[in-house]
């Protein structure tokens, strides 16, 4: 009989965006939120000839939730800019996306990586600006997809 064998991880990710495939277009991120999926539940009712109801519930429709990024504000050109100003203007770049967790430690062993499916920047925000702070400012960026699967 084997054990199981359960660590508790933490580590960094990095998110490959829609559309590619070059190690240009990975993005590095502080946070990633969001990363659920809930499945609808329906109700359906039998009635039997002696009068006794019976209710069934089954797996309806799978619903994902939107996964919101957030790291420091940086500046350049790169994939990721490119997409939030295609986003901006209505037509956001749309595909699979790939976010992989490796292991914080030296090794940084691939650990878990998702896969979204059809995934597009559905919004994007920046935390409040304030002249007299010396805090770093945040970008966030939600993303919303069609899919999810744990590669």
């Known amino acids: 009989m084997s054990e199981a064998h359960n660590e508790i991880i ?3 990710f990095e998110v490959m965006l829609p559309q590619g495939d070059d190690p240009a277009d990975i ?9 659920s999926y809930e499945t609808e539940i329906v109700v359906t009712e039998q009635n039997y000839a002696n009068g006794v109801r019976s209710y069934k519930k089954r797996p309806g429709r799978i619903n994902y939730g939107d996964i919101e990024f957030e790291r420091g504000l ?3 050109a790169g994939e990721l800019e490119d997409q939030l100003k295609q986003a901006e203007r209505g037509m956001p770049v749309r595909g699979d996306m ?3 967790l490796y292991s914080d430690d ?3 062993k691939k650990v878990a990586s998702w896969k979204l ?9 920046l935390s409040d600006l304030d002249a007299e702070s010396d805090d770093v400012l945040i970008q966030t960026m ?10």
Request: proline content about 0%; charged content about 20%.
């Open 27 to 35: 993005a590095a991120f502080k946070t990633c939120t969001g990363l």
């Open 10 to 12: 933490n580590g960094y």
């Open 142 to 151: 939600r993303i919303t997809h069609s899919g999810l699967e744990r590669e």
């Open 74 to 76: 940086a500046t350049g």
């Open 117 to 125: 499916k059809d995934a597009w920047i559905s919004g994007w925000s």
């Open 98 to 100: 790939a976010i992989t």
């Open 106 to 108: 030296e090794a940084r």
